[in-house]
């Protein structure tokens, strides 16, 4: 378990770091905070021929509110989030999955930008992105490219970023008035990737969805926004909608079988979260059904 | 908790002023490892020392048709790279049997393989080079033809006529069998009321230590001497092996283990990649270092558990129970492990299972198989977690098919605490245990009539919490009837050496071996309170095979029971030894005088006559003050073993709340409790924190453990991502209570803690979640109980 030998650089600037990855292409790899290259070096899953490490680039730290935005720049880092004043009171959705990310000693470590770019389909992060309607900033020789979090996710691993580009930070709209989230994931041990996972956003007005952004996680190659949410939006909620609803869910998904749960299993309790999200959001305790409803 | 001692008048050096027994003083060690200063082989530096790679087979099952390392060898920094022909010439291979397993049978295995691998993860070649990193890169470029093999996976086939035969000159693949029967078992299941049978099926798990298997073995050709440093649990059973298979005397042999992090019996065998280590060493005449890193870990550490046991339980219906039955059947990869055996886990299931109960009537096969996995052998609380599970699994259902309360039927059956001595059916023979006063205290403890209400009420408001109870007996302080009596040299007696250095502190030499659990503190609380000597001034050496007696070191819970006794005997000569040098310094008699507080007394009236560090003086440096004929010795060797049993059983009971979500699957633990008897508490804290541990491991086998292989003998999930060992987060609180029923076998009266909470967790969680799954009708006899398992049995997926 020791990495192979590699060159390493410690970037001076973004346009340092551009043209080191410029010129290395694929056989270099950026380093954030190293949770998730670290490990995979080590078992030798990868080998790159050089590091950019980019950990000296203040311009990438930071969260910052202008008006109704919200920036976090790209090595920001778990725990600053989970800590963060502007962050609890313009993405409070965001305070609370983050404490469901890892372990203490990681979320030190890990930042924002790493486990964006990195794109575990059982990650917290890109999920709450894509509820948040987040828009992330990419930087590359040719000036920057702003994305929507809906189509930065391309897969297991995979993104819309280039090997020559890097994740320079993300804006997110300033929760507004009627907003509200639910954030919930089934994970064997708390810390571990979830089995399945929701990140929720939502506008209620007089105990009616007036919009609803349903981002399942760990049931697909990616964060899904599910379609079924429109079946809950501008309608007094019964349980036979809700159960329309959970049965849409289930058509719409295709998870993955693997050692922690079978497709079967996730797709329950994906409904099973559902339930329980408009039950929360909705303060309806008598919709909280199990995904029987 | 109350400790009443049944014997006080044979405790006397105990029960002195200033004993420490029963005292929950800190460890000596405490500090020294706060401070970084422990030391582990990981951390060792040697000049010229290589360091080894293995690389390890990626088929469960091949013939090996070459290996081409010339690439490898010319790389910058390689020292060598070796095959399994090539260590031959030094290291002899070995068969893991012992005669009194009768029947039980393995093939030669070799440090490295030759022409086959057997399991995924079997090594093939030794790369050694100047850094891990250098041989890591070399092992990339090593190429090894493999022609796959069929692979003989799942157990319940490898005896089929139409699986292939791991081992052709074994004749099949049945490494034991044992067959028992007691009783009358037919006749007591007719005359039963009602009749219960399930299958049990255990996950294969493993024990998760800290710091992986490290060696640094150091071959000195001048001397002609091999040192190794190894983090074992038993330096003198390697120094006998390593000595054997490399054509040494054990003279020749030096073992070193200071600090071991962690090892729960995954560190009392001989493994073949450390044997490798130890030749290699002697093959390129310098000191060569292996730490295992965690993927190895998990593909060679020892396995355990991997059991589906049948069982069935007749009963009346007033509850008593008329007999058990089971049989078990075992995978244990390609090799019975050396020297202690992979068949013990299964023989152990047989002696246990129904052994807190009183009925005669007893049935048992247990089937021992190989197969293309890694090997199994002992962990933690060796075999009795099945025996347990399938004992109180089967109790729990007998009890709700007639409609019993589970402590009632327990109540009814459990061995009365003043029928001792008595034996099970499977021979086993009771010195003194106390099931019933155990279940009393543990009724009290959980307070288990509110208990019961609350789950009640909280029921009838969809949420479905459930208490699951069990009994157990726990095999400690074992004789040579263990190993000794099979062959194997593995020292059941362990020994002490005391001596009164020349500034009256004490230094003490013990066999007993430190892995963590205080064997140091137990030792150093022993020999201080005998002696009268504070525990600061009493320094404990282990750990050396150089500086230590001879003895068994640390497994099946024996170290305070037996190097306790040692170490008590052993200061009680010293203690007299030094009070007739005292006596004839102060012109009294020994009689008339005692030790406390570092310092000879009065026995009357308890005022200072000398220090100990004035005696010293005298003795080493002024004997010619001494009168003629006064040769103080102040020094004292005792070894102790244990005769009159072959074991010194203990008991306990267990007890677990915890809510199932049944939308989910999940189990929320809420709460544990244990019982336990360890006879004589030496020292209480130390006793807890080896129950909470040994707890903590049952709990990760009843909910997250297990190696998962798939049908071509890969294991799939060896890393700590997907391999889930249990975690604080998920952990409840865990409340010990004791009983206290010395041994009178020896003066201490100790017997063994460190296994009891292995021992029956995973069964009083099953049977909690099947008491929370009542209301639904589901029966669940399967750990670990995973929320997919919780789903499908409820018919939710
Ligand atoms: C034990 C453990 C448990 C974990 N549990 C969870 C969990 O429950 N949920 C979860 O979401 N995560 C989990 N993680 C992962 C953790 O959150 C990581 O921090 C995160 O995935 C990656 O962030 P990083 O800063 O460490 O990135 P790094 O490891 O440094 O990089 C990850 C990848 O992203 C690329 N990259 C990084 N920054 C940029 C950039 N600015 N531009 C372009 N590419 C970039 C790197 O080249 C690399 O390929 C866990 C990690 C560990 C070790």
């Known amino acids: 378990m020791k990495a192979a030998a590699f060159a390493y650089a410690r970037a001076t600037s973004v346009g340092n770091a551009l043209e080191l990855l410029k010129a290395y292409g694929d056989r270099a790899k950026v380093l954030s905070g190293g949770q998730s290259l670290m490990p995979a070096m080590n078992l030798r899953l990868i080998s790159p021929e050089l590091i950019v490490d980019i950990g000296e680039l203040a311009e990438l730290r930071g969260i910052a509110v202008t008006g109704s935005v919200v920036r976090i720049g790209a090595l920001t880092r778990h725990v600053d989030l989970l800590t963060s004043p502007e962050i609890a009171a313009h993405a409070p959705l965001l305070t609370e999955a983050i404490s469901h990310v890892a372990h203490p000693a990681i979320r030190n470590r890990g930042t924002l930008g790493g486990s964006l770019a990195h794109a575990d389909p059982a990650s917290e992060l890109p999920a709450c992105m894509v509820a948040l309607n987040a828009t992330i900033i990419v930087r590359g020789q040719d000036g920057e490219r702003r994305v929507a979090a809906g189509e930065f996710f391309k897969g297991i691993y995979e993104t819309d970023l280039s090997a020559r580009e890097l994740l320079i930070s993300v804006e997110l709209p300033v929760a507004g008035k009627h907003s509200v989230h639910f954030f919930h994931e089934f994970a064997r041990r708390h810390g571990d990737y979830a089995i399945a996972g929701l990140a929720a956003q939502a506008m209620v007005e007089r105990d009616i969805f007036t919009d609803l952004r349903l981002v399942f996680f760990a049931v697909g190659d990616r964060p899904v926004l599910a379609r079924a949410a429109t079946k809950l939006v501008n309608i007094t909620i019964t349980p036979a909608v809700l159960a329309a609803a959970c049965t849409a869910l289930g058509e719409e998904l295709d998870p993955q079988d693997d050692q922690q749960a079978s497709a079967a299993m996730r797709r329950h309790l994906a409904k099973v979260l559902l339930a329980r999200a408009a039950s929360a959001l909705l303060d309806r305790p008598d919709l909280n059904a199990g995904g029987r409803a | ?797």
């Not at chain 2, 691998?117 to 090894?144: P, Y």
């Open chain 2, 1 to 797: 908790m109350t400790i009443t001692s049944s014997n006080p008048e044979i405790l006397s050096e105990l029960d002195r002023p200033n004993s420490y027994i029963g005292k929950s003083v800190p460890r000596p060690n405490l500090e020294r490892l706060m401070q970084g200063r422990g030391l582990y082989v990981s951390d060792m530096e040697l000049p010229r020392m290589g360091h080894v790679v293995f690389l390890r087979s990626p088929h469960a099952h091949a013939r090996i048709a070459g290996i081409d390392a010339a690439a490898a060898r010319s790389m910058p920094g390689v020292i060598a790279v070796v095959t399994g022909k090539e260590l031959a010439a030094v290291i002899t291979p070995w068969v893991g049997v012992l005669s009194h397993l009768k029947g039980l049978k393995s093939a030669p295995q070799h440090a490295l393989a030759i022409d086959r691998v057997c399991w995924q993860g079997e090594a093939v070649a030794a790369i050694v080079a100047t850094s891990r990193a250098v041989a890591e890169d070399a092992a990339e470029i090593v190429r090894v033809d493999y022609e796959e093999l069929e692979a003989v996976t799942d157990m319940r086939t490898a005896l089929d006529p139409a699986t292939p035969v791991i081992h052709p000159a074994l004749g099949d693949n049945l490494a034991f069998e044992r067959n028992l029967d007691a009783g009358e078992v037919d006749a007591a299941f007719a005359g039963s009321d009602a009749v219960v049978e399930a299958d049990f099926i255990f996950g294969r798990h493993t024990g998760v230590t800290l710091e992986p298997r490290s060696v640094v073995a150091d071959w000195n050709a001048a001397e002609a001497r091999l040192t190794i440093y190894q983090g074992t649990q038993a330096p003198h059973m390697v120094q006998n092996i390593a000595a054997l298979h490399l054509g040494l005397e054990e003279s020749q042999v030096r073992v070193v283990c200071k600090d071991v992090g962690g090892s729960f019996g995954i560190k009392v065998h001989i493994y073949a990649d450390e044997m490798a280590t130890y030749a290699l060493s002697k093959l390129l005449r310098r000191p060569i270092k292996f730490v295992a890193d965690r993927v190895e870990s998990f593909n060679t550490d020892i396995h355990a558990r991997d059991h589906r046991c049948w069982g069935r339980i007749g009963v009346k219906r007033d509850g008593s129970i008329t007999a058990f039955e089971i049989d078990d059947l075992t995978g244990i990869g390609p090799y019975s492990m050396y020297p202690r055996t992979s068949a013990i886990e299964a023989n152990q299931v047989v002696n246990l299972v129904g052994g807190p109960y009183v009925t005669r009537n007893y049935r048992a096969r247990a089937r021992v198989v190989f197969q293309n996995k890694n090997v199994m052998c002992q962990y933690r609380a060796v075999g009795h977690p099945i025996a347990c599970s399938v004992t109180e699994g089967l109790v729990d259902l007998a009890a709700a098919k007639i409609g019993m309360d589970p402590v009632e039927i327990r109540r009814r059956n459990l061995i009365a605490d003043n029928a001792y001595p008595c034996a099970s059916p499977s021979g086993l023979r009771f010195e003194l245990l106390s099931h019933h006063a155990a279940i009393n205290k543990l009724m009290t403890m959980m307070d288990y009539d509110a208990l019961r209400s609350e789950q009640a009420t909280l029921r009838s408001n969809g949420i479905y919490r459930g208490i699951g109870i069990a009994s157990f007996i726990e095999v400690t302080n074992p004789s040579a009837a263990f190993y000794g009596v099979g062959g194997a040299k593995i020292s059941s007696q362990d020994g002490v050496a005391i001596r009164l250095d020349a500034q009256g502190s004490v230094i003490c030499q013990t066999s007993i071996t430190e892995q963590g659990q205080g064997s140091e503190s137990l030792t150093a609380q022993i020999v201080g309170s005998v002696l009268g000597v504070s525990m600061e001034r009493v320094r404990v050496i282990l750990g050396d095979t150089d500086n230590t007696p001879y003895g068994g070191g640390t497994w099946a819970s024996r170290g305070a029971g037996i190097g306790g006794e040692a170490a008590l005997q052993a200061a009680k000569i010293l203690r007299r030894n030094i009070l007739d040098v005292a006596a004839a310094i102060l012109q009294s008699s020994p009689a008339e005088l005692d030790i406390a507080d570092n310092a000879i007394v009065n026995a009357a009236d308890g005022a200072s006559r000398m220090e100990l560090r004035e005696l010293a003086r005298i003795v080493y440096f002024r004997p010619d003050t001494l009168p003629p004929g006064v040769q103080p010795e102040l020094m004292a060797t005792r070894h102790f073993v244990p005769r009159e049993y072959p074991f010194a059983f203990t008991n306990g009971v267990q007890a677990s709340w915890l809510e199932v979500d049944t939308d989910t699957g999940f189990v929320r633990l809420l709460k544990h409790w244990v019982v336990e008897d360890c006879g004589t508490l030496i020292n209480p804290q130390l006793v807890d924190e080896q129950i909470r541990g040994g707890v903590v491991q049952g709990l990760g086998a009843a909910l997250f453990e297990k190696c998962v292989y798939d049908e071509r003998g890969q294991l799939t999930n060896a890393n700590m991502a997907d391999y889930l060992v249990p975690m604080s987060g998920e952990m409840p609180d865990i409340d010990v209570g004791h009983v206290v029923s010395p041994t009178s076998e020896t003066e201490l009266g100790a017997k063994g803690a460190g296994e009891a909470g292995t021992a029956g967790a995973a069964a009083a969680v099953a049977n909690a979640v099947n008491d929370a799954l009542r209301p639904f009708g589901a029966v669940i006899t399967e750990i670990p109980l995973t929320p997919q398992i919780i789903l499908t049995a409820l018919g939710r997926i």
